[in-house]
């Protein structure tokens, strides 16, 4: 049954993912990431990590959403924006990335199964040993965090304030 969850949940956070980066309207792909934190946060669940499992929940498809949808309409995208565009080096580029990617993937499955997986300590994913590393250990990459999301809001009030 474990494998069946994982599976689908996993299965959904990729199609959610591919969903999102091919939407033409940023409101739709702002939904599908939604979608695919929760997908993510099933996955957490399952490898027995409740906190983390809130925190993606709490944190990225609720607090962080908001800001991106603040950040869209602020920004009001026109219709005409919103029509697609000539193929242009960069997709070309891209998708060969893409079929790159989903080559080393397919390569990964077919490899050898891996001996054993690392046991995981007791108090894995709880509250205690993540926010003992995050503010300890992690502290300047969380504080510059903090800073390069406020830079990013200044930045799109900055862009979307219109010209008298």
Known sequence: ????????????????????????NPIFSAVWLVVCFFAFAVLFLMLNAQ?????????????IMVLFIFVIMLLNVREEELKP???????????????????????GVLKEKVASFPILPADFGYVAPVGKLLFT????????????????????????????
Not at 51 to 63: E, K, P, S, T
Not at 85 to 107: C, D, H, N, P, T
């Open 85 to 107: 565009k000539v193929l242009q080096f960069s997709g070309i580029l891209g998708g060969g990335a893409a079929i790159y990617l989903i080559i080393l993937f397919a390569l």
């Open 1 to 24: 049954m474990e494998s069946i969850i994982f599976y689908a949940f996993g299965g959904l956070a990729v199609v959610t993912a591919l969903l999102m980066v091919t939407r033409q």
């Open 51 to 63: 906190f983390i499992a809130v925190l993606q929940i709490l944190l990225y498809a609720g607090a």
């Open 137 to 164: 250990k992690y502290l300047i990459p969380f504080e510059l965090t903090s800073v390069l999301l406020l830079v990013a809001i200044v930045g799109s009030v900055v862009m979307g304030k219109r010209k008298l």
